[in-house]
């Protein structure tokens, strides 16, 4: 049932009459559009294209490199979605919008789709043949990701999104790679449960990096250690 | 046998019952009879038996059982029960009238008992003990008819409490007299051996024969066959180890008290011998091992605290024969070596650091041998109380390791940098293996080898040996100033038999290098004399690329004429060999000697060594006396680096004079020194600069730690690649045990390593801490 479906909007699509989509499709007929295609195409979708909210769209429609958007990653992004109802979404713009803003509603509830959301950032923000994010563009995403009203990096006693950036600026002089970027949501879920950083520990598989974040909260005071009253062992 | 007396029922049964009066009369003066034997056997046995009595005797227990046989028959005859009554009966009478017969004895030597106290109660005891055991084995043969017939029969019925005379004896003996008696005679027992223990000569026979007394007193009553232990351990056992407690608990409080621990040591352990004889002496071997357990516990254990705190005493003075002495007591108690262990550990490892600190003052001055030295010294030392004092122990030697691995890898010498300890070591080999003025003997240059692989084997950056080593061992190969091949050998195979044929493969290469040059020299040799050419007296080296740790030259470099027309004749002569080899000359290492004949007032011409930079430098004076700097440089195609410091050497020696400045540079000019004049007729300029070794050095720990990340990226791709999927911590660990052995990894370090392959999409992270492996 789902194969039909899918075959059915597809040639819904081409057959539909045209709406302020087609301006999309139409570039797309080149293969690729770049940034300023996409700005307007998100007006259309009524989403804004300067903050978290456009990374959602990232995510749908599998926004690529430098922000390239593939006549495939769109249709294939946009067929393999489903509605609340657990059909195909409509092709048309209409249905596309009320989607994507419910989407742009759930990301602060829905932890699942803010990764999905997070990781397809880094894979739009990084320029092709280079496996690594620059750090100062891994800094913006990261604040604008972490928006305190969509998923906040901090607790009530500290501030690790701030932390981190100053950490980021003044200790780590190289740039990101998907791993460190990765884990870091990952680290950062944990730190939100758990702000002493108990559950941390060096045999773990966290990245360098974050090891020495850990360290660098510590001796910084960022982070209070929750064990103040263990003396040091001495060895006679 | 049971058939018998069933048809002897079916004939005799009628009988019976007219026969039971007549007989009553006759048991009774049977009895009296054998009574009377009996006694005499039992009181006066030392006037011996005649013939007669003891026929009488064993006449009358004969008669006693056979003629009796209808009456006990007809007493309890029933059709139910007495199919087999009416045999076994026989003997009842006779079997209990000697019973009472015995308690009434018994208890007349009870009372007599009473009269005794101490030793002459032991006395009274071995007395009666013997007389009635003897008595009683006369007993049992009298009553022999008795025990074959109707005590086996009762007994192979399976009926409980039916001895055969002589266990009877032991049970009356038991019951009546020793169970009440028994206390009295132990008191006496250990009241003999506390005198024993507090220096008097005793009657130990007397303790011997209580000991067998009370043995022989181990009867199982369920199996009269077997004899056991348990009336022994309960009555002498117990009371002796309880008294042996008690006594030295109190000898030694107050021992302790008044006497040094040394003492105290001395006293212990001739107790324990002490202890142990006696048992070879007058006790049961049962007693031996809970003696022996008592004993540790009051000697030992209870004392074990004031013990251990003596220990570091002796160890700080050398006490070895104390030492010895707290280790042989304290072995013999579970847990007892534990903390002098650990105590011995943490000595040797300070005396380790110490002797280190002592000679390291100036770390940049620190002698290779000096600091070897002090550290084989202490592991001589160390290892020498180990064997002597410590019986060689395993776990003592093990603490001796951990103490040496520590002073070894983390001393005052090691804060100037990690990699000290495994440098200083492979420049200590390379001075014992280079050509040197002292010439140390065969023997002893083995025996120092060995040493150094006792330390080796405690170094664990390994990898840093090895790199240094390599390279002193290719300059020694190099430049031929190697003191000896076997030398050379026998150090590699050492190396391999400690670490493996891979840590050893390209030491062993270039050893081959330099063989198969030799050959391959006089091969050259012959082929330049069949082409009638006049060359160079040259040798040439050919080291294979990437077994040696040399880098081409890092200068340009245009040899002189003479010198590559005999390399170009060789090059050929090499390619019609090895078709398809690329030879590149290692122009830094190459060096010659040139004859000076140029030299006013010489008595003979000098001979300069020298590099083939310094050679080619000189060379150029051949045609004018005076080369501008700019010149030298253009026609040696020398770069600044390698051109100065030849330079440098050259005008240090004064062989070359500068002129148009002071320092080797553009702009300056250099004459030959026709005024030259050294000591020597040989000279050597061909010096490397201190800067140059230092450099080196720095340049060996960089390509160190450069080795060691590829080193553990290839562990870790191995160890994935044959796991597929891993924990993170798992796979960390099972790295630090591959290259562990090679040097020691920081976590850190394999993190940033599985960090660098996640990026280079070698490994994936997957969920719960996993890793993957990508093909």
Not at chain 2, 722 to 739: D, G, P, W, Y
Request: aromatic share 10%; proline share 3%; with cysteine.
């Amino acid at each position: 049932a789902a194969e039909s479906a899918r075959a059915t909007k597809s040639d819904g699509l081409k057959r539909q009459d045209m709406d302020d989509e087609d301006l999309v499709i139409e570039e797309l007929g080149t293969d690729m559009i770049g940034p300023a295609s996409i700005e307007k195409y998100t007006e259309t979708l009524g989403i804004n294209a300067l903050n978290y909210e456009f990374f959602v769209l990232c995510e749908i429609v599998q926004i690529d490199e430098l922000f390239q958007l593939t006549r495939k990653g769109f249709t294939e992004g946009w067929m393999s979605q489903w509605d609340k109802r657990g059909s195909p979404l409509e092709a048309n713009i209409e249905a596309h919008r009320r989607y994507i803003r419910s989407r742009i509603e759930e990301l602060p509830k829905d932890g699942a789709l803010f990764k999905k959301v997070y990781r397809q950032v880094f894979l739009a923000g990084k320029e092709p043949e280079v496996k690594t994010l620059p750090k100062k563009i891994a800094m913006a995403y990261w604040e604008e990701l972490f928006t305190p009203t969509v998923h906040p990096w901090k607790t009530k006693n500290v501030n690790f999104l701030e932390a981190w950036l100053v950490y980021m600026e003044e200790k780590w002089t190289r740039n990101v790679s998907k791993d460190m970027w990765n884990q870091t949501l990952e680290f950062a879920n944990k730190t939100v449960m758990d702000d002493t950083l108990g559950f941390w520990s060096e045999d773990q598989a966290w990245p360098g990096v974050i090891d020495d974040f850990v360290l660098w909260c510590r001796e910084t005071g960022v982070v209070v250690t929750a064990r103040p009253n263990v003396g040091m062992q001495v060895d006679d | 046998m049971i058939s018998t007396p069933r048809t002897c029922r079916a004939f005799r049964a009628p009988c019976g019952v007219s026969l039971l009066a007549w007989d009553s009369s006759l048991t009774c003066h049977r009895w009296n009879y054998l009574q009377a034997g009996i006694t005499k056997i039992m009181l006066n046995l030392q006037e011996g038996v005649d013939l007669q009595t003891y026929m009488g005797i064993y006449t009358a227990v004969h008669n006693f059982c056979t003629s009796q046989k209808a009456v006990g028959f007809s007493v309890t005859a029933n059709i139910n029960t007495g199919a087999h009554r009416g045999a076994h009966l026989l003997g009842e009478d006779l079997y209990k009238k000697l019973q009472e017969y015995l308690s009434a004895h018994l208890r007349g030597l009870l009372n007599e008992s009473k009269l005794h106290t101490d030793e002459a109660l032991l006395a009274f005891y071995i007395r009666e003990w013997q007389r009635y055991t003897v008595a009683a084995k006369y007993i049992h043969h009298l009553f022999r008819y008795l025990n074959r017939h109707w005590v086996k029969r009762e007994m192979d019925e399976g009926k409980k409490s039916i001895f055969d005379v002589y266990t009877l004896h032991l049970v009356r003996w038991r019951d009546v007299l020793f169970e009440p008696v028994s206390g009295k005679v132990m008191g006496a027992v250990l009241m003999l051996v506390e005198k024993q223990r507090n220096g008097e000569t005793i009657e130990y026979n007397q303790i011997k024969q209580v000991v067998e007394s009370f043995v022989s007193l181990g009867l199982d009553d369920t199996d009269v066959a077997k004899t056991t232990l348990d009336v022994y351990r309960f009555s002498f056992e117990r009371p002796f180890l309880q008294a042996t407690r008690a006594f030295y608990q109190n000898e030694s409080k107050q021992f302790v008290a008044e006497n040094s621990v040394v003492e105290y040591m001395k006293k212990a352990e001739a107790r324990l011998d002490e202890e142990e004889e006696r048992v070879k002496i007058y006790l049961h071997p049962d007693i031996a091992i809970p003696l022996k357990k008592a004993c540790n516990e009051v000697l030992i254990a209870e004392h074990s605290t004031i013990l251990r705190d003596e220990f570091q005493v002796l160890l700080d003075n050398d006490r070895e024969d104390d030492m010895k002495r707290m280790y042989s007591l304290l072995s013999r108690i579970p847990d007892g070596l534990e903390p002098l262990r650990q105590k011995f550990e943490n000595h040797v490892r300070k005396a380790g650091l110490a002797a280190v600190a002592k000679v390291s003052v100036d770390v940049d001055k620190l002698e290779p041998k000096v600091y070897v030295d002090a550290l084989l010294e202490i592991h001589t030392q160390y290892q020498g109380l180990v064997k002597r004092a410590f019986n060689d122990e395993p776990e003592f030697t093990r603490s001796l390791d951990n103490a040496c691995r520590e002073f070894v890898n983390r001393n005052e010498v090691c804060k100037s940098g990690s990699n000290k300890s495994p440098e200083l070591l492979a420049k200590y080999t390379d001075v014992l293996l280079r050509k040197s003025g002292t010439g140390a003997e065969e023997t002893e240059l083995e025996n120092t080898l060995s040493q150094i692989m006792t330390v080796f084997k405690y170094i664990e950056d390994k990898d840093v040996f090895q790199k240094f080593y390599s390279r002193m061992l290719a300059r020694r190969l190099v430049h031929s100033n190697s003191s000896s091949d076997d030398a050379e050998t026998s150090m590699i195979s050492k190396l391999k038999e400690a670490c493996g044929f891979e840590y050893t493969n390209k030491l062993q290469r270039m050893f081959q290098d330099m063989q198969i040059s030799k050959d391959l020299n006089t091969g050259f040799k012959e082929h330049v004399q069949g082409l009638g050419a006049k060359g160079l007296d040259s040798a040439y080296s050919i080291l294979g690329t990437g077994f040696w740790p040399l880098t081409a030259p890092n200068t340009t470099f245009n040899p002189p004429e003479e010198i590559s027309a005999d390399c170009e004749r060789f090059a050929r002569f090499y390619r019609n060999k090895h078709e398809g080899r690329k030879l590149t000359w290692l122009w830094q290492l190459c060096k010659g000697e040139i004859k000076t004949n140029y030299i006013r007032n010489a008595k003979m011409p000098y001979t300069f060594q020298v590099s083939i930079y310094q050679m080619a430098i000189l060379l150029l004076f051949n045609e004018k006396d005076k080369n501008t700097y700019e010149e030298i440089a253009s026609t040696t195609q020398l770069n600044t680096e390698a051109l100065d410091p030849s330079l440098s050497i050259l005008l240090k020696a004064k062989v070359l004079t500068i002129s148009d400045g002071d320092k080797v540079g553009p702009g300056t000019a250099y004459s030959l020194n026709y005024d030259f004049k050294n000591k020597k007729f040989r000279v050597n300029l061909n010096v490397g600069m201190k800067s140059e070794t230092k450099q080196e050095e720095a340049e060996t720990n960089k390509t160190i730690e450069e080795d060691r990340k590829l080193l553990l990226q290839s562990a870790i791709v191995r160890i994935m690649k044959a796991r597929k999927r891993m924990k993170h911590q798992q796979l960390v660990s099972e790295t630090i045990n591959q290259i562990r052995q090679r040097f020691v990894p920081k976590v850190g370090d394999i993190k940033k390593c599985i960090e660098i392959l996640l990026d280079k999409e070698y490994l994936e992270r997957l969920d719960d801490d996993d890793l993957g492996y990508l093909a």
